[in-house]
């Protein structure tokens, strides 16, 4: 068995009075990439944003790289900083005045406080790498408030790649792009995992992608109805627990 990047166990999460997840496990290996799939409303976003610390659990454990998320949510600084997140929409004010390379530098200074000059041509060289693998090179220096969204979408992939990192959770981030894009994407991905052994977390509605790419499927719809490599996970009579038969019907005949 791999080395263990990522352990949930008996996880719940409530939205207000409502228990989005329960008591839903899963251990995630270095050099893997999983997908979570379910209907709208299953819980996948509120799953990620609890194993991140950013809402609070209810119950449960969560550890990464053996290190348990405390109850509020926190992690060593060390441990938090090989962990990358790409939401699903990420709101920001766009009129900041701040070009591309400026914001997926931020993603490569260590956290905390240090002199914005720090690191020089070390952190030059690693930002335009981070760019040029996700094709976004030639906007190195537009201002972010003239992005399209699928521009949007690359550079801040490249936020998130600027600097190696041991997880990387994605919230249908290939969502926007072209089909260019979308494929260089998945090229990208298959080599953080297999080169540099990182261990991805991603959720999905697109099904034959995931059969195609991924090695693992969490199958989710409030809890856990199975997991397993895609062939298992994504069976009929596991797409009709989780999406209803018609669904699966439905994929039949079309
Ligand atoms: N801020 C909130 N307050 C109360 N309930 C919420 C809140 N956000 C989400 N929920 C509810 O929690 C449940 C799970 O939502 P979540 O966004 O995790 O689902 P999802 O599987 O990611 O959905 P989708 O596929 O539509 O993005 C839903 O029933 C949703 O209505």
């Known amino acids: 068995m791999q080395e263990v990047v990522l352990a949930v166990e008996r996880l719940t999460v409530y939205r207000e009075s409502y228990a989005a997840v329960q008591e839903v496990s899963f251990v995630l290996e270095a050099g893997t990439d999983t997908a979570?799939?379910?209907?709208?409303?299953?819980?996948?976003s509120t799953l990620v944003q609890a194993i991140l610390g950013i809402l609070p659990?209810?119950?449960?454990?969560?550890?990464?790289?053996?290190?348990?998320?405390?109850p509020l949510g926190k992690l060593p600084m060390s441990v938090r900083r090989q962990i990358a997140y790409l939401p699903q929409n990420l709101l920001f004010d766009r009129r900041i005045p701040m070009t591309v390379s400026e914001l997926v530098g931020l993603g490569w200074d260590a956290l905390g406080m240090q002199w914005p000059w720090a690191g020089g041509g070390d952190r030059h060289r690693t930002v335009l790498?981070?760019?040029?693998?996700?094709?976004?090179?030639?906007?190195?220096?537009?201002?972010?408030?003239?992005l399209s969204d699928g521009e949007t979408k690359r550079v801040l992939l490249a936020y998130c790649l600027v600097r190696p990192r041991r997880l990387l959770i994605l919230d249908e981030a290939p969502a926007g792009l072209d089909v260019r894009g979308e494929s260089e994407f998945y090229r990208l991905l298959n080599q953080l995992k297999q080169e540099q052994g990182w261990a991805i977390l991603q959720i999905s509605h697109d099904l034959e992608?995931?059969?195609?790419?991924?090695?693992?499927?969490?199958?989710?719809?409030?809890?856990?109805?199975?997991?397993?490599?895609?062939?298992?996970?994504?069976?009929p009579e596991n797409l009709a627990a989780a999406y209803g038969s018609e669904f699966v019907q439905y994929r039949h005949i079309h």
């Open 57 to 70: 659990r209810q119950a449960g454990h969560v550890q990464c790289l053996g290190h348990p998320l405390s």
């Open 36 to 44: 979570i799939v379910g209907p709208n409303g299953a819980g996948k």
């Open 209 to 235: 992608m995931v059969r195609r790419h991924c090695d693992r499927v969490l199958c989710l719809n409030r809890r856990l109805l199975c997991q397993g490599v895609p062939e298992v996970a994504l069976a």
């Open 129 to 146: 790498d981070a760019l040029e693998r996700v094709g976004a090179s030639h906007l190195r220096h537009q201002p972010i408030s003239g």
